[in-house]
């Protein structure tokens, strides 16, 4: 079965931290992918990795950064954490490059909710 | 723009029923789809997807989904809802990045509440 860790399920930071979320994935995937998930928004993609210290902006990369060092670890950094980044942070993992004629699955992490004071 | 629309934010159901959660998509060529479901405080697990062929797809947990080109359309459904499957579904769509890169887009979620 594929496993996808994250750091921590819940985390409490006061505004202006710098915050570190991390993910691990134990099947050997090319791609990684964060999200954050909110009501009524459902998720948003902000980084994605497909390749070890290749990263590409998603949807709503603002405020983030990212890190893939190696490839079973992506890393997710709020560099100066704010209010309106509390939130759920979703980590995900899949197989690799599909070409324009398949698609992998992706599996998640359980997830870390964050609350920025 | 490539997207993708729950159009209810909550399904109601009796346990035993059976239960419709619905999906609309908007893609530049073929559409790679899938459905998603969230348990509290739990990742998403997936449940199944369409990439080509047999319009009515089987997954996980006795759900399938049923494809519709030209309603543009991939509805969740089980033919007989159990409490064990309150939860929120989500529904995804593949976008190509970069030519080969692919990233999913997820609607907002439905939520499903199936009462005993």
């Known amino acids: 079965d594929v496993k996808v860790t994250q750091s921590s399920r819940y985390l409490v930071k006061r505004t202006g931290e710098k915050v570190f979320l991390e993910c691990v994935q134990d099947?050997?995937?090319?791609?990684m992918f964060w999200y954050r998930q909110d009501p009524g928004l459902g998720l948003r993609l902000i980084y994605f990795?497909?390749?070890?210290?290749?990263?590409e902006k998603g949807d709503i990369p603002e405020g983030y950064s990212v890190s893939r060092e190696k490839k079973e670890r992506f890393s997710l950094i709020l560099e100066s954490a704010s209010t309106n980044q509390t939130s759920m942070y979703l980590c995900a993992s899949s197989r690799g490059l599909a070409g324009t004629h398949g698609a992998y699955e992706q599996y998640f992490g359980p997830g870390t909710r964050l609350t920025v004071t | 723009a490539q997207s993708v629309a729950q159009p209810e934010d909550q399904v109601n159901v009796a346990e035993g029923n059976p239960l419709t959660v619905k999906c609309t998509y908007s893609v530049s060529g073929n559409p790679y789809l899938f459905w998603y479901v969230q348990y509290p405080n739990r990742g998403l697990q997936f449940l199944l997807k369409y990439i080509t062929g047999d319009n009515l797809v089987k997954g996980s947990y006795g759900f399938e989904a049923e494809f519709n080109k030209s309603q543009t359309s991939f509805h969740l459904k089980k033919p007989s809802a159990l409490v064990s499957d309150s939860a929120l579904y989500f529904c995804?769509?593949?976008?190509?990045?970069?030519?080969?890169?692919?990233?999913?887009?997820f609607g907002t979620g439905t939520l499903l509440a199936v009462q005993p």
């Open positions: 990795s497909y390749d070890v210290k290749m990263k």
């Open positions: 995804a769509v593949r976008i190509l990045y970069g030519g080969a890169t692919n990233k999913l887009i």
């Open positions: 099947m050997d995937h090319e791609n």
